[in-house]
């Protein structure tokens, strides 16, 4: 497994939780990273996704200001600070490493994936 996605839990809501991904392959070198989630029954969704260089992000828009997204390249890793979790963001969360610098919500331009980590928010 290139890529693994950890620190999910159980968490009431307005609590926060911090998801990290690292990466054993060096995918994410020059290429953007991505959050996505996936609930039961429901399409995987794009949550946010970070560049290269760490200047560009892009979140969906229920999750912005609440979700931050960050990496540190010189660890291989990636991270999502979730503040204020809502029931509604209760779902397997994925991080992905894109083909190319720029952060995109395009699922297609992610080929890189890791196994997920379950987040679950009690009301």
């Known amino acids: 497994v290139q890529l693994q996605a950890y620190g999910g839990g159980l968490v009431q809501a307005g609590g926060s939780l911090r998801l990290s991904c690292a990466d054993s392959?060096?995918?994410?070198?020059?290429?953007?990273v991505g959050w996505f989630r996936q609930a039961p029954g429901k399409e995987r969704e794009f949550v946010a996704a970070?560049?290269?260089?760490?200047?560009?992000?892009v979140y969906t828009d229920s999750v912005k200001g609440r979700f931050a997204i960050s990496r540190d390249n010189a660890k291989n890793a990636v991270y999502l600070q979730m503040n204020n979790l809502k029931p509604e963001d209760t779902a397997a969360y994925y991080c992905?490493?894109?083909?190319?610098?720029?952060?995109?919500?395009?699922?297609?331009?992610?080929?890189?994936w890791g196994r997920g980590t379950q987040v679950t928010v009690s009301s």
């Open positions: 970070i560049g290269w260089r760490g200047g560009n992000t």
């Open positions: 392959r060096r995918t994410f070198s020059n290429n953007a």
């Open positions: 992905a490493s894109a083909r190319g610098s720029v952060a995109t919500t395009d699922i297609s331009r992610y080929p890189y």
